[in-house]
């Protein structure tokens, strides 16, 4: 029987296989152009292309493709086969060096926010060495960026692979200052913890909500939700337990570390959780996942849900960024150590981020904008629309002694003991874990909650990694030619700490108290709609800040305002429509089959006995009558909102009338259609209800 070491990462193209399949020469070339970004030389490509051809051939593929991240917000692949004529008629296996590096999809259906006319169709993609190639359904799959003909990048590795290089180049600078000159990179790693939902496949395809929206539009409250807390960690059920052992074969195979598996808060709602990776391994990683989260489902009879909120009345679901730096040597930039106080190092980079995530506050919150998410954040089971910064009791302490130039007086270690002899003693954590925060320091990292599970990482590493560099360079231009170095680091902490004090909140974070501070005292921003926070990306500052990195140029910036906020209305469209549809073929046939047996009850009853009241009949065919016309009314304004929002041409415009107009329209209807189930036979009620979605899984 094979273990999981055996078997780990075999479907990948990894460091043990180069090792095994190049030659010296042409693997240290490799690396160095992979650890220490040099160019990659022809004869490489060449070589490592027909290695890599040799080893995917050998393991069963028939195809290769460039695998890439289009701002669609899932993965791109085009396929061709490794064959080649042969004289005799015959064919070869061939795989070059340059089909290797560098491809060219038709890009023209791809969304470029106005950085393309539709005609101009051509775009490359282009091998990402530091990611490394794997082998999915028999194709060699090859991580590559992608950009149009004119150079802009129309995906979302790019910009993350500019902004990871972006804060390396400051970090670097700060390092030297404290006498690291031996370090030659700074990479910032992830671990996202993936939320998500299993329900039966049989039931999800007799829900067109569920199908085209990927959530429930329709749904009655059942007689039991999340109230009892009893699904939380609780004993995972047999059919979900050979989903999760199946998922993480697939997954392991594929070098992703898979580590953690639990049931979530809601009912039929459940979390995976990887080991951390370089952010832009674990972008990929993520992306993979969620896919094979899917197809996996699929083989056990169930549909894997990745949507925020799928489901009213219960938790929705996150992604959490788990972010931190660290050095090649190892070294983790973010570890306090014993006494934080005197980690000079430590503070300096501490008070980097919590001045970017101040300054930077309106691009952390539009980086997990999605029509989705925004069902989810504030509503007391997701941080608040609000950014804000849990550092716990220590740090917070450290800081405060630093403004105040008073003593730090260092919290002793606090030793568990829990009255029974048999338990061990242990050491308790110098802070509390704070849940209601959207950005969490957790002991050598910092939490980022706002993710939504269906998002891609890539959007919120790309504004944290630029954000951090920006107060790192700030720093260094500050730093670099001063005399006393050591007075001037203090000064800099100390003002940093004054400056951004305002962002940093260890209380509770669902607290509608807070809500009034942040905005009315602190001055903090609460974006709460995609449509609030996404204009804020074309802010003088912002705009500023990543073109002066590179990271994005300002087309790039204006395509992606543009993008966004254009799927953020599609997507509400198709729900809109769906709701209409349902409502129109679905609902009202089925109230209305309802009441028609109602009232051949009613009629019959008083033919046999007409002295009967029929009272019970009576009341509720006129429940169901009046139903049904709330139903037809709010139909018919969805309706009429829908067609008017499709004669905006503006997406500003258009983005803003569906928050201000559509969902109200749709909250409307799903009221009606919601007390109108709770009074409908259940024979009768045409799609399966919430009940046997949340516990149909056994």
Request: contains cysteine; hydrophobic residues 40%; proline residues 4%.
């Amino acid at each position: 029987m094979k273990t999981v070491s055996d078997y780990f990462g075999s479907l990948v193209f990894d460091d043990r296989i180069m090792k095994s399949k190049l030659s010296a020469d042409v693997y240290r070339s490799l690396k160095k152009t992979i650890d220490e970004g040099a160019s990659l030389k022809n004869d490489v490509a060449n070589a490592v292309a027909s290695a890599m051809k040799e080893w995917a051939i050998e393991h069963g593929a028939t195809h290769f493709t460039h695998w890439f991240q289009p701002l669609t917000g899932i993965t791109a692949e085009k396929h061709d086969s490794f064959i080649s004529p042969a004289p005799d008629g015959g064919v070869i296996m061939e795989f070059s060096g340059k089909e290797l590096i560098k491809g060219e999809p038709d890009a023209s259906s791809f969304p470029s926010g106005g950085l393309r006319a539709t005609f101009e169709a051509r775009g490359y993609t282009a091998w990402d060495p530091t990611s490394y190639a794997f082998i999915k359904d028999k194709t060699l799959c090859i991580p590559t960026a992608f950009c149009s003909y004119g150079g802009e990048a129309l995906d979302k590795k790019t910009p993350l692979l500019r902004s990871m290089e972006a804060l390396n180049k400051q970090a670097l600078r700060i390092l030297k200052l404290f006498g690291r000159d031996d370090v030659k990179c700074v990479r910032t790693s992830v671990g996202p913890e993936q939320e998500y939902f299993l329900v039966d496949k049989e039931m999800y395809e007799k829900r067109k909500d569920l199908m085209f929206c990927g959530r429930t539009l329709f749904g009655a409250k059942p007689p039991k939700g999340q109230e009892m807390d009893d699904h939380y960690f609780g004993v995972i059920k047999p059919r979900v337990a050979e989903y999760m052992a199946d998922l993480n074969e697939e997954l392991w195979k594929l070098g992703i570390l898979a580590k953690t598996e639990h049931n979530e808060v809601a009912p039929a709602q459940h979390e995976l959780a990887p080991i951390y990776a370089t952010t832009n391994i674990a972008t990929d990683h993520n992306q993979i996942t969620m896919e094979i989260m899917q197809k996996v489902a699929s083989k056990h009879g169930l549909v894997c849900l990745l949507h925020e909120k799928p489901f009213a009345g219960v938790n929705g679901s996150g992604k959490h960024n788990n972010w931190s730096m660290a050095t090649d040597k190892g070294d983790n930039l973010l570890t306090p150590g014993e006494t934080p106080y005197e980690n000079a190092q430590f503070l300096l980079f501490l008070c980097a981020v919590i001045k970017a995530v101040d300054d930077y506050q309106d691009l952390l919150r539009l980086s997990v904008a999605t029509a989705g998410n925004d069902h989810r954040l504030g509503a007391n089971e997701a941080p608040p629309a609000v950014i804000s910064m849990f550092l716990g009791d220590e740090l917070t302490a450290v800081l405060k002694a630093i403004e105040n130039d008073t003593p730090y007086s260092n919290h002793e270690k606090t030793v568990m003991k829990l009255g029974v002899h048999v338990l061990p003693k242990f050491t308790r954590d110098t802070t509390d874990r704070n849940r209601t925060s959207p950005f969490a320091f957790t002991g050598n990292k910092f939490e980022f909650r706002m993710l939504g599970s269906s998002n891609s990482i890539a959007c919120a590493n790309i504004m944290l990694n630029a954000a951090v560099a920006e107060s790192l360079k700030v720093y260094a231009d500050r730093l670099e030619n001063v005399e006393d170095f050591e007075t001037a680091l203090h000064d800099m902490i100390k003002k940093t700490i004054k400056d951004h004090k305002r962002i940093i909140f260890n209380g509770n974070g669902y607290d509608d108290a807070w809500i009034k501070e942040a905005t009315e005292k602190r001055g903090l921003l609460n974006l709460k709609t995609t449509p609030d926070a996404l204009p804020t990306i074309l802010e003088k500052k912002n705009v500023d800040m990543l073109t002066s990195h590179k990271i994005f140029s300002k087309a790039e910036i204006q395509s992606r305002y543009e993008i966004t906020l254009d799927n953020y209305s599609k997507q509400v469209n198709i729900e809109a429509e769906t709701m209409v549809d349902m409502a129109r073929k679905e609902i009202l046939p089925a109230i209305e089959s309802y009441a028609k047996d109602i009232s051949k009850t009613l009629i019959a009853k008083t033919k046999v006995l007409p002295e009967l009241p029929g009272k019970y009949e009576k009341n509720l065919i006129s429940k169901l009558s009046a139903y049904a016309d709330g139903i037809d009314s709010a139909t018919s304004e969805l309706e009429s909102a829908i067609i008017e929002f499709k004669a905006i041409e503006d997406v500003t415009e258009a983005a803003n009338f569906i928050r201000d107009v559509i969902l109200q329209k749709m909250a409307e209807l799903r009221v009606v259609c919601d007390e109108a189930e709770a009074v409908t036979s259940e024979k009768y009620w045409p799609f399966p209800t919430y009940d046997k979605l949340l516990f149909g899984v056994r």
